[in-house]
T-cell receptor, first 112, second 113 residues
Framework: SAVISQKPSRDICQRGTSLTIQCQVD?????MFWYRQQPGQSLTLIAT?????????ESGFVIDKFPISRPNLTFSTLTVSNMSPEDSSIYLC?????????FGSGTRLTVV | GENVEQHPSTLSVQEGDSAVIKCTYS??????FPWYKQELGKGPQLIID?????GEKKDQRIAVTLNKTAKHFSLHITETQPEDSAVYFC????????????FGGGTRLMVKP
C-alpha cells in the first residue's frame, strides 16, 4: 500500500497567520482526501482533491479558508488561512487504493 | 450521503474481559468497513477491515461482524489488555467507487488492570 509523508508533524502558530501542510505519496493516486480532527472529536472530511481539477469541499468548509493544491498525482497541500484558535486540530491527508485507505501521520496544529 | 453512528462513546472493561463496539451506517452502497485505533497524540491506525461480501473476519483477539441487511457492524476485542486502551473509530465507504471514508464518532475504551 501507499506510503504518505506528511509535513509538518506539528506547529504552533499565531492567530491571523497561515500554515501550509504537505503530503507526499510514494505512488500515483487519483484521489486525495483532507480531514480535520478537532480535539476529542472524530475525523471530518474537509475536501477531496483530484489532480487537474478544483478540490471539492464539504459543507462547512470553503476554499478561501482551506485552499488546496494538487499539482500532480503524488503531492497535495492544504493551507489553513487566517488562523484562529478554533482551527487548532489535527489535520490528516489520506489516499484510497483498491485495498483500502492510507493516512498520513497527521499535523497537530495549535493556534495561539 | 453516508452517516455512521457509533456506540458507546465510552467503554470501561476489566482486563481480560471482552469489549464490543457497534456502528450503524445509512448508505446501502457502502461496501468497505474499517476500524481504526487512535492512541493519544497519534494518527488513526487500521486494525481490521471487512468488505460487504463477508459476514465476519477475525485477526487474533480482534473480530468484526457485518450485517448488511440491518446496516450495522461491530468490533469485538477478546481478552482485553491495558494496551488496548485507546479511541476506536469505525468508518464506512463505497471503496469500489474510491469514495471518501465517513467516520463514526469514536469510542474511548479503557481497560482497567
Amino acid at each position: 500500500s501507499a506510503v504518505i509523508s506528511q509535513k509538518p508533524s506539528r506547529d504552533i502558530c499565531q492567530r491571523g497567520t497561515s500554515l501550509t501542510i504537505q503530503c507526499q505519496v510514494d505512488s500515483q493516486v487519483t484521489m486525495m482526501f483532507w480531514y480535520r480532527q478537532q480535539p476529542g472529536q472524530s475525523l471530518t472530511l474537509i475536501a477531496t482533491a483530484n489532480q487537474g481539477s478544483e478540490a471539492t469541499y464539504e459543507s462547512g468548509f470553503v476554499i478561501d479558508k482551506f485552499p488546496i493544491s494538487r499539482p500532480n498525482l503524488t503531492f497535495s497541500t492544504l493551507t489553513v488561512s487566517n488562523m484562529s484558535p478554533e482551527d487548532s486540530s489535527i489535520y490528516l491527508c489520506s489516499v484510497v487504493e483498491g485495498n483500502g485507505y492510507t493516512f498520513g501521520s497527521g499535523t497537530r496544529l495549535t493556534v495561539v | 450521503g453516508e452517516n455512521v453512528e457509533q456506540h458507546p462513546s465510552t467503554l470501561s472493561v476489566q482486563e481480560g474481559d471482552s469489549a464490543v463496539i457497534k456502528c450503524t451506517y445509512s448508505d446501502s452502497a457502502s461496501n468497505y468497513f474499517p476500524w481504526y485505533k487512535q492512541e493519544l497524540g497519534k494518527g488513526p491506525q487500521l486494525i481490521i477491515d471487512i468488505r460487504s461480501n463477508v459476514g465476519e473476519k477475525k485477526d487474533q483477539r480482534i473480530a468484526v461482524t457485518l450485517n448488511k441487511t440491518a446496516k450495522h457492524f461491530s468490533l469485538h476485542i477478546t481478552e482485553t489488555q491495558p494496551e488496548d486502551s485507546a479511541v476506536y473509530f469505525c468508518a464506512a465507504s463505497d471503496l469500489n467507487a474510491g469514495n471518501m471514508l465517513t467516520f463514526g464518532g469514536g469510542t474511548r475504551l479503557m481497560v482497567k488492570p
